[in-house]
């Protein structure tokens, strides 16, 4: 694995845009409803364990969350969304700065939206591509626990969610990726090293 990735450490929180570092640089998002297995996904992908304990800390799980991959490279962990007991109110406050992230934070470069292998689309993740397609940002999805199917259903869910996307004005990528497995790892730092502009090592 790249060392640029292993490097990668927790930079800061923000519950509001104006708290979250200076609009510069290359940015990541990683989004994905709770349980999806993001924060596995971002271990993993960074060769760590821990590093993202900290975005589920109490008070922390609906921040954004920073880290940094060095001084002007950032992945941004977004808050999980669909805890089945949060209000209404709640839901739309959590829109709206979703929204506003999205479509105004200039150094966001890419979104990897992770959704498990067996209830891909939900409404959530609509929402989450109908933002990025507005703004034009690149989406790379994953597939993830893939481990959770055999291989052929997999693949099957693959193109059945690529084929859904097929009409889908911005560029969208979709992969199968297991944290368990170690699974899809390499696809996905090709896709950060694009959207990064990480070109050597
Ligand atoms: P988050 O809420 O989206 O950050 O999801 P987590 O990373 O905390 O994972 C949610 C649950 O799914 C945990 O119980 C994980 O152990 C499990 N999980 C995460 N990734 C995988 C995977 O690749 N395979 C399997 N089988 N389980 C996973």
Same mark, same amino acid.
């Not at 104006?18 to 596995?40: C, H, M, T, Y």
């Not at 109908?130 to 199917?149: F, M, N, Q, S, Y």
């Given at each position: 694995?790249?060392?640029?990735?292993?490097?990668?450490?927790?930079?800061?929180?923000?519950?509001?845009?104006?708290?979250?570092?200076?609009?510069?640089?290359?940015?990541?998002?990683?989004?994905?409803?709770?349980?999806?297995?993001?924060?596995?996904?971002?271990?993993?992908?960074?060769?760590?364990?821990?590093?993202?304990?900290?975005?589920?800390?109490?008070?922390?799980?609906?921040?954004?969350?920073?880290?940094?991959?060095?001084?002007?490279?950032?992945?941004?962990?977004?808050?999980?969304?669909?805890?089945?007991?949060?209000?209404?109110?709640?839901?739309? &406050?959590? &829109?709206?700065?979703?929204?506003?992230?999205?479509?105004?934070?200039?150094?966001?470069?890419?979104?990897?939206?992770?959704?498990?292998?067996?209830?891909?689309?939900?409404?959530?993740?609509?929402?989450?591509?109908?933002?990025?397609?507005?703004?034009?940002?690149?989406?790379?999805?994953?597939?993830?626990?893939?481990?959770?199917?055999?291989?052929?259903?997999?693949?099957?869910?693959?193109?059945?969610? &690529?084929?859904?996307?097929?009409?889908?004005?911005?560029?969208?990528?979709?992969?199968?990726?297991?944290?368990?497995?170690?699974?899809?790892?390499?696809?996905?730092? &090709?896709?950060?090293?694009?959207?990064?502009?990480?070109?050597?090592?």
């Amino acid at each position: 694995m790249k060392t640029i990735y292993r490097s990668v450490s927790y930079l800061t929180s923000a519950a509001k845009l104006n708290q979250a570092p200076e609009d510069q640089g290359l940015e990541v998002a990683f989004a994905g409803r709770s349980n999806s297995g993001k924060s596995s996904a971002i271990n993993t992908l960074c060769g760590q364990n821990s590093l993202t304990r900290v975005s589920k800390t109490p008070g922390r799980t609906q921040l954004l969350n920073f880290f940094r991959v060095d001084h002007e490279r950032r992945l941004v962990d977004l808050p999980g969304y669909g805890y089945a007991r949060v209000s209404e109110a709640i839901k739309e &406050q959590w &829109q709206a700065f979703m929204a506003d992230y999205l479509v105004r934070r200039n150094c966001l470069c890419g979104v990897v939206l992770l959704m498990d292998i067996r209830h891909p689309l939900t409404d959530y993740d609509q929402n989450m591509l109908d933002w990025c397609a507005e703004r034009g940002l690149p989406v790379h999805i994953l597939l993830t626990k893939a481990d959770k199917l055999k291989r052929g259903p997999g693949l099957n869910q693959v193109r059945k969610v &690529q084929k859904t996307l097929e009409e889908w004005p911005g560029e969208v990528g979709v992969q199968a990726f297991s944290s368990l497995k170690r699974q899809g790892i390499d696809e996905v730092h &090709q896709v950060l090293d694009r959207w990064l502009q990480i070109y050597s090592e």
